[in-house]
């Protein structure tokens, strides 16, 4: 009886370090995140009064141990760059925006460690981007988001670290 009683004891340990196991390994939390589209309509157009200078602005939803989520509002073109450790995916909330992938940067700079920033993408391919899409950006990617005038782009963004 006493080994069927240890057995089920270590059965149950077994489960229980299974269970937690993933979430132990890579420090994920138990919380699940959601945002509807209205929230994330809400969230970019919050963002308006800061975009008066630059035409663009940002802000970091949640942080994970290899990636982050962002809102980013664009009234204007953005500059051109590239991110060395970071995969981009893009999800439009609001908008139309050509998306300009590959190629060189203009007059490259690096901004940062891993950061890399320049006044164009030459030799790119354009993607047409609305209301509902999603791009996939790879490290190492140059890009740019080109808006037509007088237009607005709201999209979410999950940065997730490849390097």
């Given at each position: 009886m006493k080994t069927i009683a240890a057995n089920a004891i270590r059965l149950a340990s077994l489960a229980l370090a299974a269970a937690l196991l993933p979430s132990m390994a890579w420090g994920q939390s138990a919380t699940v995140d959601h945002w509807t589209q209205s929230e994330m309509l809400a969230k970019g157009l919050a963002l308006t009064s800061d975009?008066?200078?630059?035409g663009s602005a940002s802000a970091k939803l949640t942080e994970y141990p290899h990636h982050y989520t962002m809102i980013a509002l664009r009234k204007k073109d953005?500059?051109?760059?590239i991110h060395e450790n970071f995969a981009d995916f893009f999800y439009v909330v609001r908008g139309k925006?050509?998306?300009l992938t590959g190629g060189t940067l203009a007059n490259a700079k690096t901004v940062s460690a891993g950061e890399m920033r320049g006044t164009a993408v030459e030799g790119g391919t354009r993607t047409s981007l609305a209301k509902g899409d999603v791009v996939h950006i790879p490290a190492h990617v140059a890009h740019q988001l080109l808006l037509p005038g007088?237009?607005?782009?709201i999209y979410f963004?999950?940065?997730v670290q490849e390097q």
């Open positions: 975009t008066a200078q630059t953005g500059g051109a760059e925006a050509t998306l007088g237009g607005t782009f963004v999950v940065k």
